[in-house]
């Protein structure tokens, strides 16, 4: 059974509209992340949440809201979608409040025409 | 900021044989670089890490070693297996509550 879930796999968007990614984590970890992957770059850090706790934000947009109802959900509101926001969002997940022992959920690959 | 580099996009070699891939790093105050395993249709995974206080570090077939005078790492795999078919990622962290650099990932291929 897939223990961090991210829905949905696929999703394509028109430019201007608003999306939410969705992440559960049933690992019982304490920190949640996001990551996204363009095209042709390496894993791109961009939210990490401890106990639904904001720890650190490197999205210079504010387009991108994550939302934490639940400490074993974090998920991602991205509005205004933008061509270049196309990518593979991935939801990670850790034992403890940081650590790079970090398991990632499936992705969301998402295409804004 | 840091930039992790890998070195080999690809990697082929025998069942049996060992694999080396190999990162480099650009940041001397990194101190965690872990490793992460992403098997054919299956999410990325931790495998192991190795933090600057040491510079070398084994997990049964898996051993990293740390140069930080070359700002060097490397992911050995001894007696390969079928199943260490993936793509492998360096990356490298300034440790606690900072953020993880990843690198571009190297697909090793495990020959019978």
């Known amino acids: 059974d897939p223990k961090i879930i991210q829905k949905p796999k696929y999703l394509v968007a028109v430019t201007g509209s608003e999306k939410i990614l969705i992440c559960e984590q049933y690992?019982?970890?304490?920190?949640m992340y996001w990551y996204r992957q363009s095209a042709k770059k390496p894993l791109e850090f961009m939210f990490s949440?401890?106990?639904?706790?904001?720890?650190d934000n490197q999205t210079a947009s504010s387009r991108f809201q994550p939302q934490s109802s639940k400490k074993n959900h974090l998920d991602l509101q991205i509005t205004a979608l933008k061509p270049d926001d196309s990518a593979t969002y991935f939801c990670?997940?850790?034992?403890?409040?940081?650590?790079?022992?970090?398991?990632f959920g499936p992705g969301t690959r998402l295409t804004v025409l | 900021g840091e930039k992790v580099e890998q070195h080999e996009s690809t990697l082929s070699v025998r069942e049996g044989d060992s694999a080396v891939i190999n990162c480099t790093y650009t940041?001397?105050?990194?101190?965690?670089f872990p490793w992460y395993k992403q098997e054919a249709g299956k999410s990325l995974h931790f495998v192991i890490d190795?933090?600057?206080?040491?510079d070398r570090k084994q997990s049964q077939r898996l051993i990293v070693l740390l140069d930080k005078k070359a700002k060097r790492f490397s992911l050995h795999i001894t007696a390969t297996q079928p199943e260490d078919s993936a793509i492998y990622f360096c990356?490298?962290?300034?440790?606690?509550?900072?953020?993880?650099?990843f690198g571009d990932g190297t697909q090793l291929v495990v020959k019978p």
């Open positions: 990670a997940s850790s034992p403890r409040d940081w650590g790079v022992e970090q398991y």
């Open positions: 690992l019982g970890h304490n920190a």
């Open positions: 949440y401890s106990y639904q706790k904001l720890m």
């Open positions: 940041d001397t105050a990194s101190s965690y």
């Open positions: 190795i933090r600057s206080n040491v």
């Open positions: 990356a490298a962290s300034r440790g606690s509550n900072n953020r993880i650099f």
